[in-house]
């Protein structure tokens, strides 16, 4: 089965570092582009940034530029997203999500089932 | 606020069509068939509906169709069905360096 999965929920307290994860299955991983989207509750879908499995080349929403860090292991099938310091602003369910097709500006066909991250004193 | 701007909410009838708007600039929108679609249920990851415009993945029924016209795209849902009650969001590539912008999302309503 295609198929993206990533890692649980997670509650953190401000500061902290977090690293959540997306392991695809079913299919090339490497030659597709995975892409990250917050959506914070009751709101809207952001996109934050995206990267290529194959080679590991991220690319950054200006608005999370310096704020994340989009990273793949091709060797596992699996992308991650990392904050070294979090913010109360960081809560929000996060998904993952693969590229249709090759060209930047394609759709994402293919949705993880989201990681809520909340991040509380 | 969201860089395309769509209707907050719709509502129509089993049977009915609706049609969501999608407006954004010559820089998105207008100026690429870069634009896409998703359904999302509550508690749930969005779907993929339409991409490029027009064109549907494998399994998503006929009753869903896109269009664009200008700087606005337009996604059409025939033959109303309950399981269509969802938010519904548009997307585009933008030559701005963020490369893809939402619409806020579209609450549909099956009344």
């Known amino acids: 089965e295609v198929q993206l999965v990533q890692s649980g929920a997670e509650a953190k307290k401000p500061g902290e570092s977090l690293k959540i994860s997306c392991k695809g299955s079913g299919y090339s991983f490497t030659s597709y582009w995975i892409g990250w989207v917050r959506q914070m509750s009751g709101k809207g879908l952001e996109w934050m940034g995206i990267i290529y499995p194959g080679d590991s080349d991220p690319r950054y929403s200006p608005s999370f530029q310096g704020q994340v860090t989009i990273s793949a292991d091709k060797s596992i099938s699996t992308a991650y997203l990392q904050w070294s310091s979090l913010k109360a602003s960081d809560t929000a369910m996060y998904y993952c999500a693969r590229l249709r097709g090759s060209m930047i500006g394609d759709a994402f066909d293919l949705w993880g089932q989201g990681t809520m991250v909340t991040v509380s004193a | 606020q969201s860089a395309l701007t769509q209707p907050a909410s719709v509502s129509g009838s089993p049977g009915q069509s609706i049609t969501i708007s999608c407006t954004g600039t010559?820089?998105?929108?207008?100026?690429?068939?870069?634009v896409s679609w998703y359904q999302q249920h509550p508690g749930k990851a969005p779907k993929l509906m339409i991409y490029n415009v027009s064109n549907r993945p494998s399994g998503v029924s006929y009753r869903f169709s896109g269009s664009k016209s200008g700087n606005t795209a337009s996604l059409t849902i025939s033959g109303l069905q309950a399981e269509d009650e969802a938010d519904y969001y548009c997307s585009s590539y933008t030559t701005s360096s963020t490369l893809w912008v939402f619409g806020g999302g579209t609450q549909l309503t099956v009344l």
């Open positions: 010559s820089s998105d929108v207008g100026g690429y068939n870069y």
